[in-house]
């Protein structure tokens, strides 16, 4: 229907997950809604390419769905897709080139956790283990940072205690059942979007929104399109924007101004984390992991090293192709993003080195690398959020209505599947329906 500039029933800022489920949802329900989003692309930190040649869709950004996770689940059937369950056999190396079957550490570590207090104050997750340093062994305590650092891609210096307790004790921890979208999360971000009904919906691309001036029922936002100023109006506003550009002080560069400003929002936002992750995914000329020790490891999906710049490495199982993702979480992420692209990818180098050993040369295998940095990109600056000490509360906060004209959305928000796009399309889909019930 009509361009930006017209008047519509709700402004939705954000075309990832949690935006483009809101927006289906107000339009299903007859809402007129325009969506405005800063990257000339939907699906924000959902990012599938299939360069010429690539047997499967290769994820930059989200690619597992952790848990059964009824948001995704129920998308993948309006979409037509199912999900493919990813092969869990886990490897780790405890020396360089020396592997081992990894015992089941997470079952070990819940066991142990159970037999202690859980904290009544909140404190630094470092910390917490530290206290319990008696009751954990070494290895159950590196493995607890590892896991932290590595799956919830926080600083265990900072993240809160009894949010990871927690999150350890529900259906999306690293233990639960994970699956791949068959074909892919683009594919599922397309489907949504098409769902929007054309008639009633605009979606906006490269409009980066700077100010979102509103009062009871009335919302006004203004962005920049190409240098041009431009700006809507609507009833109500849905803002899906991530937790570090919300996070970022008024008026300096990316930054969204609410006016009037919004107080009670500041002490919670300080209390969540954006956590950085180093994702590469690395096109081989042939699948050398499997052949390797006489196919000893062709059925394996995960290689651990602790003591590597890229502790965790994945392959595509169920699906065999010669593609290998390197994964590095927390602050050894943020030592990675410290370096240039060439370093980095030494890095994932020496860290298959260190894993397979010296038995091929990897870098002559190796046809071609995909990344996104997504840190020092301005729409996402960072991964995905973590609670910080003190952080439990500030979700709810956070995803709580103003004047029943502005809502809130996204994955930082989510209690049930935090930091995950089951969580930013349940937060999206629970905005609509404020809206529509309101
Ligand atoms: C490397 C990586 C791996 C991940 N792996 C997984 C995984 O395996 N499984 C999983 O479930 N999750 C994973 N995640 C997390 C998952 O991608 C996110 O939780 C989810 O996609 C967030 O959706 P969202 O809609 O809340 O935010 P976003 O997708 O960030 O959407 C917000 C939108 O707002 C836009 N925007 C920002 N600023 C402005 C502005 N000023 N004006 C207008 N628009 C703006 C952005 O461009 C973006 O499109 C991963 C994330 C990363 C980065």
Redesign the pocket.
């Known amino acids: 229907m009509s361009r930006a500039n017209d008047e519509y029933d709700v402004i939705v ?7 483009l489920a809101a927006a289906a949802q107000l339009s299903r329900n007859g809402k007129s809604v325009c969506v ?4 000339d692309r ?5 990012l599938t390419v299939r360069p010429r040649g690539a047997a499967i869709p290769l ?8 848990g059964e996770s009824p948001s995704i689940f129920e998308q993948l059937r309006l979409a037509g897709d199912v999900a493919v369950d990813t092969a869990q056999t886990r490897y780790r190396v405890p020396q360089p080139g020396r592997m081992k079957r990894s015992e089941d550490l997470f079952e070990t570590m819940k066991e142990r956790l159970k037999r202690i207090p859980k904290p009544r104050v909140d404190v630094p997750f470092a910390e917490f283990l530290e206290k319990h340093r008696r009751q954990l062994s070494p290895t159950v305590r590196a493995f607890a940072t590892m896991l932290v650092e590595g799956f919830d891609a926080a600083d265990s210096t900072r993240a809160s205690a009894i949010e990871i307790l927690k999150e350890w004790a529900g259906g999306t921890a690293a233990d639960a059942p994970t699956f791949r979208p068959q074909r892919g999360y683009g594919a599922l971000m397309d489907s949504l979007a098409g769902s929007l009904d054309p008639a009633k919906t605009c979606v906006q691309l490269e ?4 100010e979102v001036r509103w009062r009871r029922g009335e919302v006004d936002v203004a ?1 920049t399109r190409h240098g041009e100023p431009g700006a809507v109006r609507a009833a109500q506003a849905i803002i ?3 937790l570090s ?1 919300l996070q970022l002080p008024a008026l300096t560069p ?1 930054s ?1 101004l609410f006016t009037p400003t919004l107080p009670r929002r500041q002490v919670p936002l300080s209390r969540l984390l954006m956590g950085p ?1 180093v ?1 590469l995914v690395l096109c081989f000329s042939r699948p050398f992991w499997s052949e390797i020790d006489d196919g000893l490891h062709r059925d394996v999906a995960f290689f651990h090293a602790q003591g590597a710049p890229f502790p965790t490495f994945w392959t595509s199982l169920p699906v065999r192709a010669p593609v290998l993702t390197a994964w590095s979480g927390g602050p050894k992420a943020a030592q990675l993003l410290a370096r240039n692209t060439d370093e980095v990818l030494r890095a994932a180098l020496a860290s298959v080195t260190e894993i397979f050993g010296k038995r091929r040369d990897y870098r002559k295998m190796l046809e071609a690398v995909y990344w ?1 940095d ?1 840190q020092s990109d ?3 600056s960072g ?2 959020s973590y609670s910080g000490v003190g952080g439990g509360p500030a979700k709810k906060q956070l995803a709580k209505s103003v004047e029943q004209t502005l809502f809130f ?4 928000l989510d209690v049930e599947e935090s ?6 399309l349940s ?2 889909q629970r905005a609509a329906k404020e809206v529509l019930t309101g």
């Open positions: 800022v954000g075309a990832g997950a949690a935006g405005l989003e800063a990257r939907i699906g924000g930190r959902i994820e930059l950004g989200a690619e597992f769905i952790h409009c980066a929104v700077h962005y899906t924007l991530p550009v990316g969204v992750v994702k996104h997504w301005p729409y996402s991964a995905y959305a996204g994955e930082a930091s995950s796009v089951g969580g930013a937060t999206g």
